[in-house]
């Protein structure tokens, strides 16, 4: 790779300011085609940790003391705050992945080394949305009358709305996780069809992912308000692993494994489901009831073999709970709410260094 460097002696601001100046100055090539080697390989093959700041369209790959700053459609990666390199640009691919070209990615690996035990820890690499119903399935049902008029307001809609501005925000954030919709439009899916999608996701040693089942809830009584969460009651067990995939010397054990790892699901489970109703009630919790945490074997929760949690948005029986969740500007606040969790337990997950 021809690279030609910069001096280094410019200070951090004055290279960020520099960094901007290219960008300004239109240093740009053509949109290319997913071609070279994508962000999500480059950190499973170095361990590095990826910071993505949306709104400047900017991003990190940082290990130890190196940190290496891009920019969508830029020449330069800066490296430490204190020195350029001079690269093709990294461009989205359609499938929403950050690609480098082949030189480059081989520079960023050289540059970071491979991963070392430390490194070696698991990542958060998809995460499933499960818009609740759909279809010929309406989900909850709430009905009312407005100026005379009959009026149905379905879960499957609300739900769905949601789940799109959730994972709008995670793709977003994180332009190199898997964000999976079970389901993208009003289509009817099983309840097995969902935690299939989930579970055939293959992963690999350090990734792992989570499950977000999203519903509204209903009551016979019209008064009854609020947001939870449910997670699976920590007695429950599933079978999370099949002997047969085990060597023969490890299968007498494995009954001891699966409860370990039950165990770990459970304990990652509550505190998602408690990051994700903090941060709900942070996002609306001034005009919705905060109904807390609650523990339930909901099917599709428990046939999900991951960290797995059921967000209940509001109940759509109740007038003004269902009125508000009419407006798109309201469910962004639900989807908002609901993504900050999601945000806090991945940044707790990947960061030991980060506990609140």
């Given at each position: 790779m021809h690279l030609k460097r910069f001096s280094n002696i410019f200070s951090i601001r004055s290279a960020r300011n520099i960094l901007f100046l290219g960008l300004l100055l239109g240093i740009l090539l053509p949109l290319w085609s997913e071609s070279g080697v994508a962000l999500k390989e480059i950190r499973g093959r170095t361990g590095a940790q990826l910071v993505w700041d949306p709104m400047r369209q900017m991003g990190s790959i940082e290990k130890g003391a190196t940190s290496l700053v891009y920019s969508l459609d830029s020449a330069f990666l800066l490296v430490n705050y204190n020195s350029f390199e001079s690269i093709e640009p990294p461009q989205r691919g359609e499938s929403g992945d950050i690609w480098f070209s082949s030189e480059d990615a081989s520079y960023i690996i050289e540059t970071l080394g491979a991963p070392t035990q430390n490194d070696?820890?698991?990542?958060?690499?998809?995460?499933i949305i499960d818009a609740g119903h759909g279809g010929k399935?309406?989900?909850a049902l709430g009905r009312f009358e407005e100026n005379g008029e009959k009026l149905v307001i379905m879960e499957k809609d609300l739900v769905l709305e949601v789940s799109r501005?959730?994972?709008d925000r995670l793709r977003s954030r994180y332009?190199?996780?898997?964000i999976v919709l079970t389901r993208e439009d009003d289509v009817y899916l099983t309840l097995e069809e969902r935690t299939q999608i989930a579970n055939g996701i293959e992963l690999d040693q350090r990734e792992s992912m989570i499950f977000i089942s999203i519903h509204a809830n209903a009551s016979l009584n019209s008064k009854a308000e609020g947001f939870e969460v449910w997670y699976l009651p920590t007695d429950y067990r599933r079978k999370l692993i099949d002997p047969a995939t085990l060597d023969e010397s490890a299968r007498e054990v494995a009954p001891i494994l699966n409860t370990m790892l039950e165990e770990e699901?459970?304990?990652?489970s509550i505190l998602l489901a408690q990051k994700i109703l903090n941060n709900l009630d942070d996002s609306v919790g001034s005009s919705h009831v905060n109904r807390g945490l609650k523990e339930e074997t909901w099917f599709v929760v428990r046939d999900a073999k991951m960290p797995s949690v059921l967000v209940e948005i509001g109940f759509v029986t109740n007038r003004t709970e269902a009125f508000k969740m009419r407006s798109t500007t309201h469910l962004k606040k639900i989807a908002e709410g609901i993504y900050n969790g999601v945000h806090g337990f991945i940044e707790h997950f990947e960061n030991p260094s980060v506990r609140e």
């Open positions: 070696n820890r698991h990542y958060i690499s998809t995460v399935d309406s989900g501005q959730l994972s332009p190199d996780k898997n699901y459970t304990v990652e």
